[in-house]
């Protein structure tokens, strides 16, 4: 699917509006030929499929590798579709689709793509290997395959596997604390070592689990989920994860991680922070240029802060921290003034030299009827912010 025509979004930066070109869908229709971005797959609402968990790796040839899972009440809870590029996200083909894998970060590591997330809904711990860029992978039966923890339900989402001190580093969530969703996430951190083989379950670490106190941020913290691993400018690994907390500033977490990573300990004193768009998901990388850190997420800027911040994905910002602590916004890069119906959510992205690379949760019109709401997601889409550090 190729679109002739760029896209112009209207994009809003320091109350000064501009319009600005974005790469257009792949698509040949005039409803779907006004989303944002590279169309890379269309599942209508009517479906009662929904798009969830974006990830993208980008393999030593140059290929994009982008997947995305299936949510919603015609789903089957534990399926995952996996794409490809040839051309640099220009346009996109369907690789495979995985049985038995959601929720599920790609990453691409020593000459192997990966895949590791849960096996279902709320299913057990899995990671799978392909040989061929993407189009067959590994079955995790059992402990030397793959399958990493099957004592339970285990959630996630596709957030960063991070190499640090010989270890491969990624953030996980039990699912099995009291009360329902978001208080029943309990936080730890699982690593291997970055030689060993990643789909045999004795190599892997796991920390303690560390889950919701109810008293924390004036008893309005509702739990906490999807973190990322993260190495601090002094060398230390941490979890930094959403945080449910139902008003503004938006928060997020950041849980510390011992050296050998078998032990997680937060201070809710200090472990607290301001986060533009931090009720939602969000996935942060440091910038290898110069140690900064970036993040792409759901700002909500405050003339629009009049809805529920962990609904409001209408407005994706680029922003940017020093030292992980103090986060600024520094551009607009995605926006619609809808915030019923339209989002563009639980991004993935990777540096791509002076650019930055993302695939989106998107939810947009369509003319079938467009998404539901803002959360189910009726498109996976690409995006290109050449020259992201120059942003404006």
């Known amino acids: 699917m190729r679109n002739t025509r760029a896209v112009v979004l209207v994009i809003f930066h320091a109350a000064v509006l501009c319009r600005i070109p ?44 982008a997947s995305h899972d299936l949510f919603g009440p015609g789903s089957t809870l534990d399926r995952t579709r996996v794409f490809a590029s040839l051309d640099k996200g220009a346009s996109w083909s369907r690789l495979a689709e995985i049985e038995g894998q959601w929720w599920s970060t790609l990453f691409f590591h020593r000459g192997t793509l990966y895949i590791i997330g849960t096996s279902r809904e709320n299913g057990y ?43 491969l580093w990624r953030a996980m969530e039990d699912a099995m604390g009291p009360e329902g969703w978001g208080r029943h996430f309990n936080s ?71 050296e050998d990573g078998k032990r997680a300990s937060f201070d809710s004193q200090t472990g607290f922070i301001d986060f533009p768009g931090g009720c939602k998901k969000f996935t942060i990388r440091c910038d290898p240029k110069d140690g900064s850190y970036w993040a792409l997420s759901n700002y909500v800027p405050p003339d629009q802060r009049s809805g529920e911040p962990a609904r409001t994905r209408n407005t994706l910002a680029l922003i940017r921290s020093a030292d992980l602590r103090r986060w600024e916004v520094r551009s607009i890069i995605l926006h ?34 467009g998404a539901h709401n803002q959360h189910d997601a009726n498109f996976l889409t690409f995006h290109r912010i050449p020259n992201f550090r120059n942003a404006k």
């Open 336 to 369: 619609h003034p809808d915030a019923a119906n339209h989002g563009f959510q639980y991004v993935d992205w990777l540096f791509d030299g002076e650019d930055l690379i993302a695939v989106v949760r998107t939810a947009y019109g369509d003319g079938e009827g």
């Open 125 to 167: 711990v899995v990671i799978r290997l392909s040989a061929d860029g993407g189009h067959t992978w590994s079955a995790p039966r059992d402990r030397e395959s793959g399958l990493l923890l099957n004592d339970g339900k285990y959630h996630c989402a596709p957030v960063p596997v991070v190499e640090h001190n010989s270890r």
């Open 188 to 258: 730890f951190m699982m690593s291997v070592p970055a030689d060993a083989d990643l789909l045999h379950a004795d190599n892997w670490i796991f920390s303690n689990r560390l889950g919701r106190n109810e008293e924390w941020l004036g008893g309005k913290f509702g739990g906490w989920l999807e973190g990322n691993a993260v190495v601090t400018p002094a060398g230390r690994i941490v979890n930094m994860l959403r945080v449910d907390y139902p008003a503004y500033e938006e928060k997020a977490a950041v849980i510390e991680i011992n």
């Open 22 to 65: 974005i790469a257009g869908p792949q698509t040949a229709s005039a409803p779907t030929a006004r989303v944002p971005g590279v169309i890379i797959d269309h599942s209508p609402a009517r479906t009662g499929q929904y798009v969830g968990s974006p990830s993208v790796a980008v393999l030593p040839d140059g290929r994009y590798v």
